[in-house]
């Protein structure tokens, strides 16, 4: 599943319009990010750039819990 998908217009042959499906991100990468802009608001976890991997990998964690959460709570 994607986050943001949309459609984009190109100029096509004769003047025409054509439209593009545009993917977007990929939702486990959106969960991701929001679980890392909480980890990051936490100024003890951005004291040392060691903690960067440790961010880093328990965003993925907590993005692979929601999205296991997700298909769960699909009817």
Do not use: C
């Not at 949309?6 to 990468?29: F, I, Q, T, Y």
């Not at 802009?37 to 750039?49: I, K």
């Not at 961010?55 to 993925?60: F, M, V």
């Amino acid at each position: 599943m994607k986050a943001f998908p949309s459609k984009k217009m190109v100029d096509g042959p004769n003047d025409m319009l054509v439209v593009h499906d545009e993917e977007g991100m990929d939702l486990r990468d959106y969960f991701a990010a929001a679980a890392m802009t909480g980890l990051l608001s936490n100024p003890s976890m951005v004291d040392t750039g060691d903690n960067y991997t440790w961010i880093a990998e328990h965003a993925y964690a907590q993005a692979a819990a929601m999205m296991k959460v997700r298909e769960q709570a699909q009817p």
